[in-house]
């Protein structure tokens, strides 16, 4: 009975020590290269709410590490989208575009990361992964497919292990890289429907 009670105490105290740590990715991510040829039409910008709400659970040994992207990643779209059509306006629901002018619809396929700790003699490192995936889709004045393009970002991060909170701060840092290869790729996109839609004329 005693062995019993020992074995109920112990687990009781791991896992009161597990703990989450949370985050946020900084807003305020824009593409970094400038875009040659805009779009001077009017163009709305629809962002589905997913993105709105993105973030990445981790576990790091028996804690936890949660880091939202969703402001950042919604920003940085929009940013992306404002680069290369300066007349974008960000639309709340579908319900609310006019079709007098391009559709950019935005949807997240896939965001994640990883931080595994690689125990050494003195010291231990984490080597993190993060990938953020987005499908653009940019539609005609009459509502037909104009382009489609996955647009993906890989942030790393390497970094000594000092607690749970630096692993935090590191997957913060790889998300945010992740986040702006998704602006400079967007922005890319974007300038390519642009020539597309020239073409068609």
Not at 61 to 66: D, E, I, L, P, Y
Not at 132 to 143: A, C, F, K, N
Request: charged share 15%.
């Amino acid at each position: 009975m005693k062995k019993l009670l020992l074995i109920v105490v112990l687990m009781s105290l791991v896992t009161l020590s597990a703990c989450t740590y949370t985050g946020a990715v900084r807003t305020g991510i824009a593409p970094i290269t400038t875009v040659a040829k805009t779009y001077r039409g009017n163009a709305s910008l629809l962002i589905d709410p997913a993105i709105n709400t993105a973030e990445i659970t981790t576990g790091v040994g028996a804690h936890t590490v949660k880091v939202s992207a969703g402001n950042a990643l919604n920003s940085a779209i929009v940013e992306a989208v404002r680069s290369a059509m300066p007349k974008a306006t960000t639309e709340a629901s579908p319900q609310s575009i006019s079709m007098s002018g391009i559709l950019i619809k935005a949807r997240l396929q896939h965001i994640s990361a990883n931080a595994p700790i690689d125990q050494g003699f003195w010291s231990s490192r984490t080597n993190i992964t993060a990938q953020v995936s987005i499908v653009i889709e940019m539609l005609r004045p009459d509502g037909s497919l104009l382009y489609r393009q996955v647009v993906t970002g890989t942030g790393l991060e390497s970094r000594s292990v000092g607690s749970v909170d630096k692993v935090r701060e590191g997957v913060e840092v790889a998300l945010e890289r992740a986040i702006q290869q998704v602006s400079d790729g967007t922005a890319s996109v974007l300038v390519t429907g642009i020539n597309q839609l020239n073409n068609d004329r």
